[in-house]
């Protein structure tokens, strides 16, 4: 199978409420950073594109199409879309390069929740019959988890603060970062329950934006003349959808999707985590089986800011970053999908 | 350097206008247990599934794959969720394809649905957006101009959608699964009926159908079933903006530049002559002489003649059917609708289309377009291992 590299990565600065910006208007300045770090033209310069978005952030059926936008007009492109983070379209674009159909792929997600209650939109997301007419959103779900994994005693409150009080410490170094501060435990654990037993400290923000990737074949890569870094391996699973027929406190497809992506084959220096809730990222750690040597969410992760739809995509952007700073040399990014963690993905990355 | 791939397992629902009988997950699972049959495969032999549907607001459920996961067999498996528009359905079998032809896996399960009845398609493409046209009158309205565009350019006679509608109904009357079953169909009839769309009358123009089509994707070594597999000679996709200046909406191309890609892979340099038939998304009659035209069946300005002659027709003993299961004017459940053009270009090629077999089909076409005929995929099958 042919070894495929990322050799570029943007993302907006994560914002609450982009105001009256569109989607084409937050995915442009993405594209252009990317097409600046190679030195591209336009999308006309990489072979393929796929992009990850979800309609019902748009609040509109073919949201997506006017994407399309973003990549200029003609000539028409080879392109593809998933209704999924774009961590998936990253999946299907190197699947593309694998089978030869492509050397070069452009892969962005993209949303702006902030027109909508994101937890509301995507309580349509459950099962029609049995769970979305109940409305239950996507915080009181979480929320269900966390109990549980408290009253297991498989975490405790103060293990959820310093999962925050790390995120928002990791995030002062990121522009890019809607949280960021020192605050303490003892803060946060007077802060009062939101959704009992999270605390809104324990909850991601909604965040509007875009981020952008490229990847390419070595050969590629070495022919752009920038710094790249190889992903060794990918997988993603899919559990049970009905939160009553899986186990919450673990996460099985995190680790079916290490395993096969061979997470344990050597020493992982950072993690890229895709949590949107604290109790989730400890969780998770687990079922990578990563230990102490392993720094988590450098970037302070997606409680410090998070780009629905795009978010998965930049966890594998942020651990590239870091391997082409030389601040690591193997890294792991995991992407979550679903209710209470129910679709997860996993890349690990190295230098050369 | 692409595996080789095949279709070994198709299974398909009975297309109607409304399935209350049965859940989305019921409705997938006809399909989905059909081909697993036809293949002669189960679950456990499945290594990934791959799903496509058009907008999620056709059903009112936010990305249903989380959901359906369990029905489709796919925990512990890596599922993929493709969107691409109308040509959806022929987008996720290119997708599932390239699951097997990069070597990542074996054998996949393949599956688009639409269960349109549960909401209003109507209303769900007429949201309005910022900044955008509006689309007040569905599909319909969108392509009524761009056809009057054709009709004026090739000075085609008034009747020839007439004579599609009444060629498709046909076909489709040889297919038990087509929704609309019309076998005692004529011209005058069409003609009599409402005008939509000037030129689009009702009977010329598709149904809403609820529906699945799923489809068992293997690679060379792996192929399984009694049926022979239908080998895939070339796939391609391509994507063009809705509106810019000077785009040429009548023979968009996106649609040129993606047929000339999947007949360089399947060595095809004369389509009406290489090919044995075609299932080429019609949702609208005027569409096939206008795609006969973009997918270089006949030259510029003379796609309609093909089609008033007879060849496109199988009652007629047409020497390149379109079609033959009845088409989108039969059945549109609007995710599936390109997977089924893939699926009826595979049977044709597998001698397994019942009573609207082409005698002898041995290379076939399944094309699907979507959006403001933007975004097309293609794939040529075949009954010869390449």
Redesign the interface.
């Given at each position: 199978?042919r070894d495929i590299a990322v050799v570029a990565f943007s993302q907006s600065i994560c914002v609450a409420d982009a105001g009256a910006v569109?989607e084409v208007e937050l995915i442009m300045p993405q594209l252009q950073a990317v097409y600046d770090q190679l030195g591209l033209a336009s999308a006309q310069d990489v072979d393929f594109?796929c992009s990850g978005s979800?309609?019902?952030l748009?609040?509109?059926?073919?949201?997506?199409?006017?994407g399309?936008?973003a990549?200029g007009?003609?000539?028409?492109?080879?392109?593809?879309?998933?209704?999924?983070d774009a961590a998936?379209a990253l999946?299907?674009s190197?699947?593309?390069i694998?089978?030869?159909?492509a050397d070069s792929a452009l892969i962005y997600g993209f949303s702006k929740s902030s027109p909508g209650e994101l937890p509301i939109?995507?309580s349509?997301?459950?099962?029609?019959?049995y769970l979305?007419p109940l409305w239950l959103d996507i915080v009181s779900l979480a929320a269900l988890q966390a109990r549980m994994l408290l009253d297991r005693g498989l975490v405790s409150e103060r293990e959820m603060a310093e999962v925050v009080v790390r995120s928002r410490r990791n995030a002062m170094a990121n522009p890019q970062a809607q949280l960021a501060g020192e605050v303490s435990v003892e803060a946060l654990l007077a802060e009062p329950a939101f959704v009992a037993p999270l605390r809104r400290t324990d909850c991601c923000p909604v965040s509007d934006g875009a981020a952008a990737m490229v990847i390419a074949t070595v050969e590629q890569a070495q022919a752009w003349g920038k710094p790249y870094a190889l992903i060794t391996g990918i997988?993603?699973?899919?559990?049970?959808?009905?939160p009553c027929?899986r186990d919450l406190t673990d996460s099985?497809?995190t680790r079916?999707a290490a395993e096969a992506a061979g997470v344990a084959g050597g020493a992982v220096d950072i993690a890229e985590i895709h949590a949107p809730f604290s109790h989730q990222e400890i969780l998770l750690q687990r079922a990578l089986g990563l230990g102490g040597d392993t720094v988590i969410n450098p970037s302070g992760g997606v409680l410090a800011g998070n780009l629905m739809m795009a978010s998965g995509l930049a966890r594998v952007g942020e651990v590239f970053r870091r391997i082409v700073a030389g601040e690591a040399r193997r890294g792991v990014a995991h992407a979550t999908?679903?209710?209470c963690l129910?679709?997860n993905l996993v890349a690990v990355l190295e230098g050369v | 350097?692409?595996?080789l791939a095949a279709v070994v397992g198709i299974g398909q629902t009975r297309y109607k206008t409304r399935r209350g009988d049965v859940?989305?997950a019921g409705l997938l699972r006809e399909a989905v247990d059909r081909a697993l049959v036809d293949a002669g495969v189960e679950f456990a032999d499945i290594d990934a599934v791959i799903i496509g549907k058009?907008?999620?607001?056709?059903?009112?459920?936010?990305?249903?794959?989380?959901?359906?996961?369990?029905a489709l067999g796919?925990?512990?498996?890596?599922?993929?969720?493709?969107?691409?528009?109308g040509s959806v359905g022929g987008?996720t079998a290119l997708?599932a394809a390239?699951?097997v032809?990069?070597?990542?896996f074996k054998r996949v399960l393949a599956v688009t649905y639409e269960k349109q009845s549960e909401s209003n398609a109507m209303w769900?493409?007429s949201?309005p957006?910022?900044?955008?046209v509006h689309l007040n009158a569905g599909a319909g309205g969108y392509f009524a101009p761009i056809i009057r565009e054709y009709i004026r350019r090739s000075g085609a006679p008034y009747n020839v959608g007439i004579k599609v509608a009444v060629k498709d109904r046909l076909h489709g009357a040889r297919n038990p699964l087509a929704h609309l079953q019309l076998p005692d169909i004529t011209e005058q009839e069409v003609e009599d009926s409402m005008m939509l769309w000037d030129p689009l009358r009702f009977l010329e123009a598709c149904p809403s159908s609820d529906g699945a089509c799923a489809m068992v994707i293997s690679a060379a070594d792996s192929v399984t079933g009694t049926k022979p597999p239908a080998w895939i000679r070339g796939g391609?996709?391509?994507?063009?903006?809705?509106m810019?200046a000077g785009?040429e909406e009548v023979s968009?191309?996106?649609g040129r530049?993606?047929a000339a890609d999947v007949y360089a892979q399947a060595g095809i340099t004369h389509p009406r002559k290489d090919l044995d038939c075609a299932e080429i998304y019609v949702p609208f009659s005027w569409y096939e002489p206008m795609w006969l035209e973009n997918l270089g069946f006949a030259g510029e300005g003379e796609g309609w003649k093909l089609t008033m002659e007879g060849a496109t027709s199988l009652d007629a003993g047409g020497d390149i059917p379109w079609n033959c299961s009845g088409g989108v004017l039969c059945s549109n459940p609007i995710g599936a609708s390109g997977m089924i053009r893939f699926a009826e270009a595979a049977r044709q090629v597998r001698g397994d289309a019942g009573n609207h077999q082409v005698e002898g089909a041995r290379l076939a076409m399944g094309h699907a377009y979507g959006?403001g005929a933007?975004?097309f995929a293609m794939w040529v099958v075949g009954a010869d291992k390449p």
């Amino acid at each position: 199978m042919r070894d495929i590299a990322v050799v570029a990565f943007s993302q907006s600065i994560c914002v609450a409420d982009a105001g009256a910006v569109n989607e084409v208007e937050l995915i442009m300045p993405q594209l252009q950073a990317v097409y600046d770090q190679l030195g591209l033209a336009s999308a006309q310069d990489v072979d393929f594109v796929c992009s990850g978005s979800c309609d019902y952030l748009q609040g509109a059926a073919f949201a997506f199409v006017a994407g399309v936008d973003a990549l200029g007009a003609v000539p028409p492109i080879r392109e593809s879309h998933v209704e999924m983070d774009a961590a998936w379209a990253l999946y299907e674009s190197m699947l593309k390069i694998r089978m030869g159909h492509a050397d070069s792929a452009l892969i962005y997600g993209f949303s702006k929740s902030s027109p909508g209650e994101l937890p509301i939109v995507l309580s349509q997301r459950l099962d029609p019959y049995y769970l979305a007419p109940l409305w239950l959103d996507i915080v009181s779900l979480a929320a269900l988890q966390a109990r549980m994994l408290l009253d297991r005693g498989l975490v405790s409150e103060r293990e959820m603060a310093e999962v925050v009080v790390r995120s928002r410490r990791n995030a002062m170094a990121n522009p890019q970062a809607q949280l960021a501060g020192e605050v303490s435990v003892e803060a946060l654990l007077a802060e009062p329950a939101f959704v009992a037993p999270l605390r809104r400290t324990d909850c991601c923000p909604v965040s509007d934006g875009a981020a952008a990737m490229v990847i390419a074949t070595v050969e590629q890569a070495q022919a752009w003349g920038k710094p790249y870094a190889l992903i060794t391996g990918i997988d993603h699973r899919i559990e049970n959808h009905n939160p009553c027929l899986r186990d919450l406190t673990d996460s099985v497809s995190t680790r079916q999707a290490a395993e096969a992506a061979g997470v344990a084959g050597g020493a992982v220096d950072i993690a890229e985590i895709h949590a949107p809730f604290s109790h989730q990222e400890i969780l998770l750690q687990r079922a990578l089986g990563l230990g102490g040597d392993t720094v988590i969410n450098p970037s302070g992760g997606v409680l410090a800011g998070n780009l629905m739809m795009a978010s998965g995509l930049a966890r594998v952007g942020e651990v590239f970053r870091r391997i082409v700073a030389g601040e690591a040399r193997r890294g792991v990014a995991h992407a979550t999908s679903g209710p209470c963690l129910q679709h997860n993905l996993v890349a690990v990355l190295e230098g050369v | 350097m692409a595996e080789l791939a095949a279709v070994v397992g198709i299974g398909q629902t009975r297309y109607k206008t409304r399935r209350g009988d049965v859940s989305m997950a019921g409705l997938l699972r006809e399909a989905v247990d059909r081909a697993l049959v036809d293949a002669g495969v189960e679950f456990a032999d499945i290594d990934a599934v791959i799903i496509g549907k058009a907008p999620d607001m056709f059903e009112g459920v936010v990305m249903p794959e989380s959901y359906l996961a369990d029905a489709l067999g796919a925990v512990g498996k890596p599922m993929m969720r493709v969107h691409t528009a109308g040509s959806v359905g022929g987008s996720t079998a290119l997708v599932a394809a390239s699951h097997v032809q990069s070597g990542t896996f074996k054998r996949v399960l393949a599956v688009t649905y639409e269960k349109q009845s549960e909401s209003n398609a109507m209303w769900a493409l007429s949201t309005p957006q910022p900044f955008a046209v509006h689309l007040n009158a569905g599909a319909g309205g969108y392509f009524a101009p761009i056809i009057r565009e054709y009709i004026r350019r090739s000075g085609a006679p008034y009747n020839v959608g007439i004579k599609v509608a009444v060629k498709d109904r046909l076909h489709g009357a040889r297919n038990p699964l087509a929704h609309l079953q019309l076998p005692d169909i004529t011209e005058q009839e069409v003609e009599d009926s409402m005008m939509l769309w000037d030129p689009l009358r009702f009977l010329e123009a598709c149904p809403s159908s609820d529906g699945a089509c799923a489809m068992v994707i293997s690679a060379a070594d792996s192929v399984t079933g009694t049926k022979p597999p239908a080998w895939i000679r070339g796939g391609a996709m391509r994507s063009e903006p809705t509106m810019f200046a000077g785009r040429e909406e009548v023979s968009p191309r996106a649609g040129r530049d993606c047929a000339a890609d999947v007949y360089a892979q399947a060595g095809i340099t004369h389509p009406r002559k290489d090919l044995d038939c075609a299932e080429i998304y019609v949702p609208f009659s005027w569409y096939e002489p206008m795609w006969l035209e973009n997918l270089g069946f006949a030259g510029e300005g003379e796609g309609w003649k093909l089609t008033m002659e007879g060849a496109t027709s199988l009652d007629a003993g047409g020497d390149i059917p379109w079609n033959c299961s009845g088409g989108v004017l039969c059945s549109n459940p609007i995710g599936a609708s390109g997977m089924i053009r893939f699926a009826e270009a595979a049977r044709q090629v597998r001698g397994d289309a019942g009573n609207h077999q082409v005698e002898g089909a041995r290379l076939a076409m399944g094309h699907a377009y979507g959006g403001g005929a933007q975004f097309f995929a293609m794939w040529v099958v075949g009954a010869d291992k390449p």
